[in-house]
């Protein structure tokens, strides 16, 4: 019953996919134009959710030179910086699966129409440019998962440091982790660089998909 479930779903999803495109393309807008706003949509997430981990690293910045005063504040802007960080990761996960689902339909339908030419030039250089488009989102998809693949660890992290924090509201408390403040510090800058490539990535894929 579960199996059963699981393609009645699946068939579901791909029925509501394909009513999608076919009303879009009757509006004029097809899976080319799509895959764009989706990476547009993903780029967008990843630089917001950046700037979510970069005040978490600031925070945890001060948090290793702290040296006395509201502890509580302390720990109630790190857990907001989890907290930040934690919703925009999700977006930034949802958005590139949006993309990945869009590229495979768009690459799918390029492949099927390349038997549909009679003109034997015109399909080797559709076929080209295809192959060429295949390869640069490759490597895009591999940039966005490289990036979204450290979201995880660090938040897991970052939260273990924030419930440490909650029960042990003291300078001691965040002496005996300040070794895993400086650890996450580096982790959080591998992934800002990271998602900076991605974003950079993403914007070189959008030009090429316009010309």
């Not at 895993?180 to 982790?187: A, I, R």
């Amino acid at each position: 019953m579960k199996t059963l479930a699981l393609v009645s779903a699946v068939f579901s999803l791909t029925a509501c996919q394909s009513a999608y495109y076919a009303a879009m393309e009757k509006v004029g807008v097809h899976k080319r134009e799509i895959l764009v706003d989706r990476v547009e949509e993903a780029r967008d997430a990843q630089t917001d959710t950046q700037e979510e981990f970069k005040s978490a690293y600031e925070r945890l910045v001060l948090l290793s030179n702290f040296d006395g005063g509201e502890i509580e504040k302390v720990y109630q802007q790190l857990n907001d910086d989890y907290e930040s960080s934690l919703s925009s990761a999700s977006v930034v996960s949802k958005r590139i699966d949006s993309v990945e689902d869009v590229a495979e339909d768009l690459f799918d339908e390029w492949q099927q129409e390349l038997a549909q030419y009679s003109n034997a030039s015109l399909r080797n250089a559709s076929e080209k440019k295809l192959k060429q488009t295949k390869r640069q989102f490759s490597q895009l998809l591999r940039s966005m998962r490289r990036a979204e693949s450290k979201m995880d660890p660090i938040l897991a992290t970052l939260k273990d440091n924030v419930l440490y924090l909650k029960h042990n509201l003291n300078a001691a408390a965040i002496s005996a982790i300040k070794g895993e403040f400086d650890s996450l510090k580096s982790e959080i800058s591998s992934l800002i660089t990271d998602m900076s490539k991605a974003v950079d990535e993403s914007n070189q894929f959008i030009a090429a998909l316009k010309q």
